[in-house]
């Protein structure tokens, strides 16, 4: 199946800082979504983006599907972003989505 | 309002023990899937229906066994507990033609 790896693994940022957190997979996708699992354990939607880039706040998400890779852009960080991101990935019908092992994500004072 | 809800938030049971997990979603979608994240909080898909119909069956024993009464409930109802079984379990949902699947906000199994 689909192999899907994320990078990296722990990040702990400052208040007010940028991060790029990195995602590749292994074949051509139908779906790429991100999501934002909050310390509640909630998993929030952040984008679906199988190509291209979208921009919502300060968060930005560009894909290369050609490159099998994607990108997720937070800026000027803040506390309630702490949590684990995690990108998944679908290729072929049935929409099953694969998850990466996340990025756990701190951000402090 | 909850687009989708997960009844109960908090599910602590003894080994042996039979147990469901209900998941309604209000979007229209006719789409719905069980997850389970484990203790490391890898996320695996389970089970898969549309309109009522399974389409995705994960390598899952057999004591899983969802339930579609109709395309906006999915419920899974496990038998015979078993330690292994503790996780978060979350329901989600889409739209057939639309990829994006929202998640409800999981229930957290804990088998003593």
């Known amino acids: 199946g689909i192999q899907v790896e994320q990078s990296p693994p722990d990040l702990i940022l400052q208040e007010g800082a940028n991060s790029t957190l990195r995602c590749n997979f292994s074949d051509s996708v139908n779906n790429l979504q991100w999501f934002h699992q909050n310390p509640w354990g909630q998993l929030i939607n952040l984008f679906y983006?199988?190509?291209g880039t979208k921009q919502n706040g300060r968060l930005s998400a560009t894909t290369v599907a050609t490159e099998r890779y994607s990108l997720l852009y937070i800026s000027s960080s803040q506390t309630t972003d702490s949590g684990v991101y995690f990108c998944?990935?679908?290729?072929?019908?049935?929409?099953?989505?694969?998850f990466g092992t996340g990025t756990q994500l701190k951000v402090e004072l | 309002d909850t687009a989708v809800s997960q009844t109960p938030k908090y599910l602590v049971t003894q080994m042996g023990n039979d147990k469901s997990i209900k998941c309604e979603q209000n979007?229209?979608?006719?789409?719905m899937y069980w997850y389970k994240q484990d203790s490391k909080k890898f996320l695996k898909i389970m089970f898969s229906?549309?309109?009522?119909?399974?389409?995705i069956n994960e390598t899952v024993p057999n004591r899983f066994s969802p339930k579609s009464p109709d395309k906006a409930h999915l419920n899974l109802h496990i038998n015979s507990l078993e330690l292994g079984d503790s996780a978060v379990y979350f329901c989600?949902?889409?739209?057939?033609?639309?990829?994006?699947?929202?998640f409800g906000p999981g229930t957290r199994l804990l088998v003593l």
């Open positions: 998944a990935v679908s290729t072929g019908g049935g929409n099953k989505l694969t």
């Open positions: 989600a949902s889409s739209q057939a033609g639309v990829q994006t699947q929202y």
């Open positions: 979007l229209g979608h006719d789409t």
């Open positions: 229906y549309n309109n009522k119909e399974l389409i």
């Open positions: 983006i199988p190509s």
